[in-house]
């Protein structure tokens, strides 16, 4: 029986090329009918996982009463319920400003929109692992026991590095607390990794059947060494196997437990009752010597603009931004397009456009 085209096509491609070249022997019904039912595994498995990622985001409770009494949780923490279980910039700014109002630290005002940071003898407080951060940077810039708010702003080089290992420990401690669970079950898990590695079988076994492989004119004859035989697409399967399921996990991986939505529930009536005071939203970082620990919380919530915005411990990121909209100042999440192009310098563009051109 004559071979089929494509395969005589590729055996000439390889006879001619130079380097390495992808060698098809049998691309018969069988490993069609394998690849076949690989894409259709693989469909159902992105099927499944979209409805169980709308399904499993963390959606905001209904505001609980309107109150002024405080949780036990730090202001870090309901920064992170009041946000979809999401830490913005602010927790940074409310958690300095808490420590001010637990006596740690002192905060006052040099003159107009100016403040300077004090440092108090350490009272042997029991601290979070991020309230440390925050106490460890200010003594690492206040010179002489103080420093001016801007002196305590981190550079490029140090803040992506230095937000992150913040959040996560806020993320850790909100676990600890039981406010938070693993967004995704058992059951998701099994889903997810028995539709994935179902389908990257079903494919490894259709480019095996085809005999799919990476030979070279440097090999010699009866050599493997600098080929890539069809016997390692199961590795491939392996490898991609496992990439895919780590990616999943770290897709926000965290939501509300049963407690956390109570207590976010609650902390959303604190922050509806602050924002009826017109000037707590104004009230400078200094106001902490008459607002004390309420002041925090007003930052962490969205509610004391002025206070969060006060205190630089970095450039504000493109992804949050305030907002006025509804009648008071509150935090926003930012969403740009996320199109092919959109925002990126032409280099980058250029670049990305010929390897999708390639492939």
């Known amino acids: 029986m004559p071979r089929p085209v ?10 001619y090329g130079r380097g390495l070249v992808i060698a098809v022997t049998n691309f018969d019904s069988t490993a069609v009918a394998l690849l076949v ?4 595994f693989g469909a159902g498995f992105a099927l499944v996982f979209a409805v169980r990622f709308a399904a499993s985001f963390p959606a905001l409770p209904a505001p609980g009463p ?3 009494d405080l949780g036990e949780e730090p202001p870090a923490v309901a920064n992170l319920l009041v946000n979809r279980c ?5 927790a940074e700014a409310a958690t300095l400003v808490d420590l001010a109002a637990r006596g740690q630290l002192e905060l006052f005002e ?5 403040y300077v940071v004090r440092l108090r003898p350490d009272r042997g407080d029991d601290l979070t692992a991020y309230e440390r951060q925050i106490l460890d940077l200010v003594r690492s810039r206040a010179t002489g026991g103080s420093a001016p708010l801007e002196a305590i702003l981190l550079d490029d080089t140090q803040a992506e590095g230095w937000h992150d290992r913040f959040r996560k420990d806020v993320v850790r401690d909100a676990k600890a607390r039981g406010l938070l669970r693993g967004r995704w079950s058992r059951l998701d898990w099994l889903l997810f990794a028995g539709l994935a590695g179902i389908a990257l079988l079903l494919v490894a076994a259709g480019l095996y059947a085809a005999h799919v492989e ?10 493997r060494s600098g080929r890539f035989t069809r016997d390692g697409w199961w590795w491939v399967a392996l490898v991609a196997w496992a990439i895919v399921l780590a990616i999943i996990g770290s897709l926000r991986s965290v939501r509300y437990s049963a407690a956390g939505q109570a207590a976010a529930s609650r902390w959303l009536g604190v922050r509806r009752f602050l924002r009826h005071d017109a ?11 008459i607002w004390g620990r309420l002041l925090s919380y007003g930052a962490a919530l969205g509610v004391a603009r002025a206070t969060s915005a006060a205190i630089p411990f970095a450039m504000e990121g493109p992804g949050t931004a305030w ?21 990126q310098r032409p280099r980058s563009v250029l670049l990305g456009g010929l390897v999708r051109t390639i492939f």
Do not use: I, N
Request: hydrophobic share 35%; net charge negative; charged share 10%.
């Open 323 to 343: 907002s006025r909209y509804g009648g008071d100042w509150h935090q926003v999440h930012v969403e740009y397009p996320t199109r092919f192009g959109y925002g």
């Open 6 to 15: 494509t395969t005589l096509f590729l055996a000439r491609a390889a006879a």
């Open 110 to 114: 040099v003159g107009p929109d100016h």
């Open 37 to 40: 039912a690989g894409g259709a």
């Open 279 to 289: 000037s707590f939203g104004d009230a400078p970082p200094a106001a902490v010597a």
């Open 86 to 90: 999401s830490v913005t910039g602010a």
């Open 66 to 68: 309107e109150t002024q």
């Open 214 to 223: 990476q030979t070279g004119h440097a090999a010699s004859a009866g050599s």
